[in-house]
């Protein structure tokens, strides 16, 4: 069994984690919503425990995206009561109760199938790209960068560099014929000395052409001659 803990680093998390590992399952810590649709867009999980605390911050700002994702797994919500030194669980749903985190796991999470959300086929492709804040391009602006993964609806792109959720950004694929800027919309992202993972952001496509579309999935594409010169300079590119 495999348990995602979506909760900040301290004392509470420390707790959580003792708890969750005297069911014998293995635990996955991530430290807020962002980095939590990284998780479970990789790996399954039978079930989630979420700090109360760091859902409620999530909240303000990813109020659909938290509850898309909820709704899909077994949920436990989870606080620390320091004066009682005690961890307090309940059950999210339309079966709510009360009980001993060890207890609502065994009966929530134990006999539920691992799942993850991923509705695209990854790839492990390195494309070259260079990442923009605007449409415009700026040289000096750009970020250089590679995807980590693809899929026919979004990549992963490495960046130690801060973004929001929620926010658009542009790229241009360089190892790409086709050159028209693909606009994009943070999903997630994972912040650079958060956990022993690559930082980066994940985005979704929000235009792109049919032929970018297909090269992504295509490395081989013919419609990329690989005797074309590409004029970097143009690109912003060195």
């Not at 992963?156 to 926010?167: E, I, K, N, Y």
Request: hydrophobic letters at 40%; one cysteine or more.
């Amino acid at each position: 069994m495999r348990i995602l803990l979506v909760a900040r680093p301290g004392d509470a998390c420390t707790q959580y984690e003792q708890a969750i590992r005297q069911t014998g399952a293995m635990v996955d810590k991530v430290a807020s919503i962002d980095s939590f649709f990284g998780a479970v867009t990789h790996f399954a999980y039978n079930g989630l425990v979420v700090d109360i605390q760091t859902k409620i911050r999530a909240l303000n700002d990813h109020k659909d995206l938290v509850y898309s994702i909820l709704d899909r797994f077994p949920v436990i919500q989870v606080n620390f009561d320091r004066r009682g030194n005690r961890v307090r669980a309940l059950l999210y749903g339309h079966h709510e109760r009360t009980g001993a985190l060890e207890d609502l796991i065994r009966e929530a999470c134990w006999h539920s199938p691992p799942r993850k959300l991923r509705s695209e086929e990854r790839k492990p492709y390195h494309y070259n790209v260079l990442l923009s804040l605007s449409p415009r391009f700026h040289p000096e602006r750009l970020i250089r960068t590679v995807t980590m993964d693809v899929s026919r609806k979004g990549c992963f792109l490495f960046s130690s560099a801060r973004f929001q959720v929620g926010a658009r950004v542009w790229m241009r694929i360089v190892d790409f014929y086709d050159q028209t800027p693909i606009s994009c919309i943070i999903r997630h992202k994972r912040k650079w000395g958060e956990a022993m993972v690559i930082p980066g952001i994940g985005v979704a496509f929000e235009t792109i052409t049919d032929s970018q579309r297909e090269s992504l999935m295509n490395p081989n594409n013919p419609a990329d001659d690989p005797n074309l010169i590409l004029n970097l300079d143009r690109l912003g590119g060195t």
